[in-house]
């Protein structure tokens, strides 16, 4: 085909496609204008996820009459004069490309009155092109209806959620906005129901209390920091290393309140929490960063959903001491100090099995190898770390048979202490307990009718807009594990049924981490093994249950008929062996 120049309308489209993605990016693009325009109160509906249609109401300057058929030409844009201002930019918008990007992909009603004016305008557009204009009097501010979204690009529409979870990515980024401005009073109806209310109060933690509950964004921790090596004033909220969610959706990063959903930041965070986090959860963290506008490029993304900070290494390290320190006036984390466990164990899935015990004791290792350097130097494999390689079968490995072992009891209600032929086991009831479970609801999910019991009152557990668009696109999956729930109330379900071995565990909770699991990031190997190991660590006792002996007993059985890998699925250690010949070595009996 020859080089063609695409007519101006397909090129139109096209690079409408680089800002307006899906219904949640015409919200954000459309609030950030409203709070550009010095809004104090905003409000948003959504009507079929956002393709019917969207609305988003300000009470901010307006639109002089002369210049709304500018607002919607590219590049149009009040915020910006010369590309010097760039570097100084302080409001979210700046490329003028976001009216005009909408308008080209569906049909666009604007009503705006500027404040210096008595009467204001009405435009109506399609696919870009002006169909009417008269005055209207209103009061100040702008009102935006867009219908149709991608009436005119099919091939856009392919690549979108079923309308409820559109709606519930809408619901998340006006989550995310409002937590931007706590100043700013937001309202979101979805289908004319209130979804999320804001008061504007200036306050984070009532944003928070509006999006997580009240008992959550309580139990939150306070942080304000500055740190001058790279000119960063921090401030937010994070949770206790109890509080977590099994995805990162409780994660959001601002930088000069621009809200920044592709960053970094949140590994930062999570390692800041390292080793108090149990693996698979994700702390709740709102954190806002103040930086001179010079230390920011925000003009790196289409879409503006990262930006480059010019002194990112500091920065970085600023916000995880802060985190760290602020967790460590709530909870001290425990020490990575001299573990039983040689160090390499539990990152992932191919460590090996049984290592010997004496091999790799960090800090350790001086009394361990103290009495027979000789030997150690002239078998040098015996101080060798663990390779993370799945070790070469027979090599003087143990055979782990549990129901062959002498249950000797628990330590600490915590791990069961077990004699066996060739040492002592210790092994986590928690995580072993979890792994039988696992493996039990993954033999049982295929079934038909899968077991179930009824609940003698129904549960009621309240849910955010997030998991609520998750439950609607995805709900099908929990009932096929013996859930049954309804809707109950705007905000709510009532759960009748549960999978029988959740009798017992905190159901609202097991509810809402299965929910999160079954939404949690795309990515990964399966969501239903996500949701599989949440529901068997929710059903599985816990760390610090007493157990008696019939259950160690019966416990140690069912671990024997797994297909015990050693690992819990969210791929921790079961099982710590501490040989014979260590016990002689450490007395100093051989
Ligand atoms: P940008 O925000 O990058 O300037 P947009 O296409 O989003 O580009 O908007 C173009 C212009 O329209 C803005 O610069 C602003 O002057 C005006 N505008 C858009 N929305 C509003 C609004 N809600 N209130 C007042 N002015 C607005
Ligand atoms: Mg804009």
């Known amino acids: 085909m020859a080089i063609r120049i695409l007519p101006p309308d397909v090129a139109r489209r096209i690079a409408a496609g680089e800002v307006i993605e899906r219904p949640a990016s015409v919200v954000k693009e459309l609030i950030e204008n409203a709070l550009d325009a010095g809004a104090r109160q905003i409000t948003i509906e959504a009507r079929a996820g956002g393709l019917g249609l969207l609305r988003v109401a300000d009470d901010g300057s307006g639109i002089p009459s002369a210049e709304v058929e500018l607002a919607f030409e590219r590049y149009a844009t009040s915020k910006l004069a010369c590309v010097d201002d760039l570097a100084t930019i302080t409001t979210l918008g700046f490329r003028g490309e976001a009216l005009a990007s909408i308008a080209a992909v569906s049909r666009v009603t604007l009503y705006t009155r500027w404040r210096g004016e008595e009467l204001g305008t009405q435009l109506e557009l399609e696919a870009g092109q002006v169909m009417l204009r008269k005055p209207w009097a209103g009061a100040p501010g702008t009102t935006i209806l867009v219908r149709d979204l991608f009436f005119n690009v099919p091939a856009r529409l392919k690549f979108l959620r079923s309308p409820t979870g559109e709606a519930g990515l809408i619901g998340h980024v006006v989550e995310q906005i409002a937590l931007a401005r706590p100043d700013i009073r937001f309202r979101f109806l979805n289908e004319g129901r209130p979804t999320l209310e804001t008061p504007g109060s200036g306050t984070l933690r009532d944003v928070l209390r509006r999006i997580h509950g009240s008992a959550v964004a309580d139990a939150l921790v306070d942080l304000d920091e500055v740190a001058e090596t790279c000119q960063l004033r921090l401030h937010g909220l994070v949770s206790p290393p109890a509080i977590t969610r099994a995805n990162r959706s409780g994660m959001a990063f601002f930088i000069n309140r621009r809200w920044i959903s592709r960053t970094p930041l949140g590994a930062v965070v999570e390692e800041a929490y390292r080793p108090a986090l149990p ?73 090996p099995v049984f290592p010997p015990v004496g091999h790799v004791v960090p800090g350790g290792t001086d009394r361990v190898f103290s009495r027979k350097p000789v030997v150690e130097m002239e078998d040098p494999g015996a101080a060798v770390a663990p390779s993370t390689e799945a070790p070469v079968a027979g090599a003087g490995r143990p055979v782990f048979r549990p129901t062959a072992l002498r249950p000797v009891g628990q330590v600490q209600n915590t791990y069961i202490v077990a004699e066996g032929a060739d040492g002592v086991y210790f092994i986590d009831q928690h995580t072993a307990h979890e792994r039988i479970l696992y493996e039990e609801l993954l033999a049982g999910r295929s079934r038909p009718d899968p077991p179930s019991q009824a609940l003698l009152a129904p549960v009621v557990v309240a849910l955010s807009a997030h998991q609520r668009a998750v439950l609607a696109e995805q709900g099908e999956a929990l009932r096929r594990l013996g859930f049954a729930f309804e809707e109950f109330g705007p905000d709510a379900v009532a759960l009748r049924a549960v999978p029988p071995r959740l009798a017992g565990a905190d159901l609202a909770r097991a509810f809402r981490d299965a929910v999160d699991a079954l939404g949690g990031d795309p990515v990964g190997p399966d969501g239903t093994d996500r949701l599989l190991a949440t529901l068997a660590c929710h059903a599985a006792v816990r760390a610090g249950d007493p157990l008696t002996a019939e259950e160690i007993a019966s416990l140690l059985a069912r671990l024997e008929e797994t297909d015990v890998s050693r690992y819990c699925p969210h791929g921790r250690p079961i099982v710590v062996h501490l040989p014979v010949a260590q016990l002689e070595r450490d007395f100093h009996r051989r």
């Open 279 to 351: 693996p698979g959860r994700h702390p709740i963290a709102v954190l806002h960063l103040e930086l001179p506008p010079a230390e920011v490029d925000c003009n790196v993304h289409p879409a503006k959903a990262e930006v480059r900070l010019r002194n990112e290494r500091l920065v970085h390290a600023a916000v995880h001491r802060a985190v760290r320190t602020a967790l460590l006036q709530v909870a001290p984390l425990p020490e990575v100090g001299a573990p039983l466990v040689p160090t390499g164990w539990g990152k992932g899935r191919a460590v």
